[in-house]
């Protein structure tokens, strides 16, 4: 658990409290409304219809262990949350991870971004991954920042892979190597 205490700028509301935490059955419903903003709002992610709630619990269920799901919780609301998954199914990719973070709306450039990511990247070196992957839609400018000051590297990019909102879009991938940043 990280419990962080930051106070907003210009001096407004006093410490708040962000708590990373794993993520429980019960975060579904507030995992759903923020992942379904993203897909009617955001390119971020290429799904183009919202999900329901049964194609979230079966997401939910393939996480855990090796491949964790972690919330940030402010003051009892879920502000975001990130995941570790399977970059690819052969078994040589075993330690390669594929991470993803997605933050409610009105808490995005709060910082909550870099916790859940910070907490993923300790929680793969745990699990003795060597590698992460991050795959980030175009143009994404606050996720490309995010991803390099974690220590991140430009790897390539995949040209109009991804058709969303009337446009082809672009997909660049980042690059960390587990032991040499963070």
Same mark, same amino acid.
């Given at each position: 658990?990280?419990?962080?205490?930051?106070?907003?700028?210009?001096?407004?509301?006093?410490?708040?409290?962000?708590?990373?935490?794993? #993520?429980?059955?019960? %975060?579904? &419903? @507030?995992?759903?409304?923020?992942?379904?903003?993203? /897909?009617?709002?955001?390119? !971020?992610?290429?799904?183009?219809?919202?999900?329901?709630?049964?194609?979230?619990?079966?997401?939910?269920?393939?996480?855990?262990?090796?491949?964790?799901?972690?919330?940030?919780?402010?003051?009892?609301?879920?502000?975001?949350?990130?995941?570790? #998954?399977?970059?690819? %199914?052969? &078994? @040589?990719?075993?330690?390669?991870?594929?991470?993803? /973070?997605?933050?409610?709306? !009105?808490?995005?450039?709060?910082?909550?971004?870099?916790?859940?990511?910070?907490?993923?990247?300790?929680?793969?070196?745990?699990?003795?991954?060597?590698?992460?992957?991050?795959?980030?839609?175009?143009?994404?400018?606050?996720?490309?920042?995010?991803?390099?000051?974690?220590?991140?590297?430009?790897?390539?990019?995949?040209?109009?892979?991804?058709?969303?909102?009337?446009?082809?879009?672009?997909?660049?991938?980042?690059?960390?190597?587990?032991?040499?940043?963070?």
């Amino acid at each position: 658990m990280i419990v962080v205490k930051r106070s907003t700028r210009q001096g407004l509301p006093v410490a708040v409290e962000t708590e990373v935490r794993d #993520s429980r059955r019960s %975060d579904l &419903p @507030a995992l759903l409304e923020i992942y379904n903003n993203v /897909v009617k709002t955001s390119h !971020a992610t290429f799904d183009l219809d919202p999900q329901t709630m049964a194609q979230r619990k079966t997401w939910f269920s393939g996480h855990g262990g090796r491949y964790p799901l972690v919330v940030a919780e402010t003051r009892g609301q879920i502000t975001g949350y990130a995941s570790l #998954s399977k970059f690819r %199914d052969k &078994p @040589a990719y075993s330690k390669t991870g594929e991470s993803s /973070v997605y933050v409610h709306k !009105a808490f995005q450039r709060k910082g909550v971004g870099t916790l859940l990511m910070k907490e993923i990247v300790a929680r793969a070196k745990k699990f003795g991954y060597h590698t992460i992957i991050a795959g980030i839609a175009l143009p994404n400018d606050a996720s490309l920042r995010l991803h390099e000051r974690l220590g991140f590297e430009y790897v390539g990019s995949f040209k109009e892979v991804g058709f969303k909102f009337g446009r082809w879009r672009d997909v660049t991938f980042y690059q960390l190597l587990l032991g040499e940043h963070v």
